[in-house]
């Protein structure tokens, strides 16, 4: 079985940063692409930035040049470095990856829980 597991999300004010953490665990022989999406209130989960296994990033618009991803490929680990937070940040943020289970042997798409990030005004 197959885990992600976020953290680092909180409260912060305005223009403040924080920096998440996803850990991926379990029967896992591959990880593949891994990202981050967010979900606010009353509206859909949506994009926020991807890296591929050698190191390719892509960002949502509304992202670039203030959020920045990174991964540990030996800690199967990816972060999301968020400055210059605004209000319009609020959401929870959810990991994402694909990765070939070990058991099954199928490369599959993995969410974690999400972790709630607050930007106050």
């Known amino acids: 079985q197959v885990q992600l597991a976020e953290s680092g999300g909180g409260l912060v004010q305005f223009g403040g940063s924080l920096r998440l953490s996803c850990a991926a665990s379990?029967?896992?022989?591959?990880?593949?692409?891994m990202a981050w999406y967010r979900q606010a209130p009353g509206k859909q989960r949506e994009f926020v930035a991807t890296?591929?296994?050698?190191?390719?990033?892509n960002y949502a618009d509304f992202v670039k040049g203030r959020f920045t991803i990174s991964r540990e490929n030996a800690k199967r680990t990816v972060f999301l470095q968020m400055n210059s937070l605004k209000p319009e940040d609020t959401a929870v943020y959810y990991c994402?990856?694909?990765?070939?289970?070990?058991?099954?042997?199928?490369?599959?798409?993995?969410w974690g829980q999400g972790t709630q990030v607050t930007v106050s005004s």
């Open positions: 994402h990856s694909i990765i070939t289970d070990n058991r099954a042997w199928a490369r599959l798409d993995y």
């Open positions: 379990g029967s896992i022989y591959s990880i593949y692409d």
């Open positions: 890296i591929a296994r050698g190191g390719e990033r």
